[in-house]
């Protein structure tokens, strides 16, 4: 199954950063810290002009305190990149944003000279809550759902700081399927765009894999971790469902309940700390992604001459992961 979700909105977005982004000095980018390659936008470097770039992980509190490094690392060894963990609640840390920019802009300050700062982010990742952190008060509608944020917003951090807040944006066509399923995971995909029992075997096949005494603590199966791990996801979500009591008349159960209750439990952190991707795994996706949408392309391309319409021009595999 392809997810793929990008309505009229992110449209609009698009062609709102393309414009805006003549003005700006730093990009900063809102991760999901459970999903921190998987929640980066890769066209948002074609539609910046590859600005300085600040990476934020946010709810770096329900992440896996292992794996975290790894990707601040790991963004941090690429060009005009500063990584930086948060949480978007937390006040104290999220000051530092500002001082990080001042970093990857440094000729930019005072009054002559204001620093100016998009903010950006896949939909359901906690930008609206750190920008109300941020100014300290409640300038951008929070929620629980991707696609709350509708329009741009520009907001004053400081007398010298302009903090321009755009719509949460995914891309035309994600070509990484295992980012497809993170990102339906964690909320950043529109209900409508994906199958939630599909999603939740996915997701129970990364979390069989790492995570294991999580799901035993969760859901009291009666198993040690490794019988846990061997199990089939599909016999794996029917034993969850039973346990948490979404079982219909003549004691079937109801997989998609089961479905949402696991969903759930991972968007709210009740499973515990996960991240579901490391750095090495998201590299090793990402090309094997790209070659096969290669062949696509190169399919695309020949069927297109054997019309005699020419070889054909790439339509959406330079925007996706």
């Given at each position: ?76 060894a690429q060009s005009d ?10 006040p104290a840390p999220a ?227």
């Amino acid at each position: 199954m392809a997810i793929q979700w990008f309505p009229g909105h992110m449209h609009l977005t698009k062609k709102a950063i393309a414009e805006r982004i003549k003005d700006i000095d730093v990009v900063i980018e809102v991760l999901d810290a459970r999903l921190p390659g998987s929640s980066s936008n890769p066209l948002l470097a074609e539609l910046t002009g590859h600005r300085p770039t600040l990476k934020v992980l946010n709810k770096q509190d329900v992440a896996d305190p292992a794996r975290t490094p790894l990707w601040v690392d790991w963004y941090n060894a690429q060009s005009d990149t500063r990584a930086v963990p948060l949480d978007a609640s937390d006040p104290a840390p999220a000051r530092k944003l500002i001082d990080a920019c001042h970093l990857l802009a440094p000729q930019r300050g005072g009054m002559a000279k204001p620093m100016r700062v998009l903010i950006c982010g896949v939909p359901n990742v906690g930008k609206s809550t750190l920008i109300n952190t941020l100014s300290n008060k409640r300038q951008a509608k929070t929620g629980d759902e991707a696609g709350i944020t509708k329009i741009e917003q520009r907001i004053t951090l400081a007398d010298d700081f302009y903090l321009w807040d755009t719509p949460g944006m995914l891309w035309p066509r994600i070509v990484v399927p295992e980012s497809g399923y993170h990102l339906a995971a964690s909320g950043a995909v529109g209900k409508n765009a994906y199958d939630e029992e599909l999603v939740a075997l996915e997701l129970l096949r990364r979390l069989q894999a790492h995570y294991a005494p999580l799901l035993e603590a969760r859901y009291k199966l009666a198993l040690p971790p490794d019988a846990i791990a061997a199990m089939p996801d599909d016999a794996l979500l029917e034993a969850i469902g039973r346990k948490r009591g979404a079982v219909m008349a003549g004691g079937r159960v109801n997989v998609q309940k089961a479905a949402e209750i696991v969903l759930t439990d991972f968007r709210s952190a009740i499973l515990g700390r996960i991240t579901l991707e490391t750095p090495a795994e998201f590299t090793a996706w990402l090309a094997a992604g790209q070659a096969e949408d290669a062949k696509r392309q190169a399919r695309k391309d020949a069927r297109a001459k054997a019309r005699g319409k020419g070889s054909g021009v790439r339509d959406g595999a330079a925007e996706g992961h």
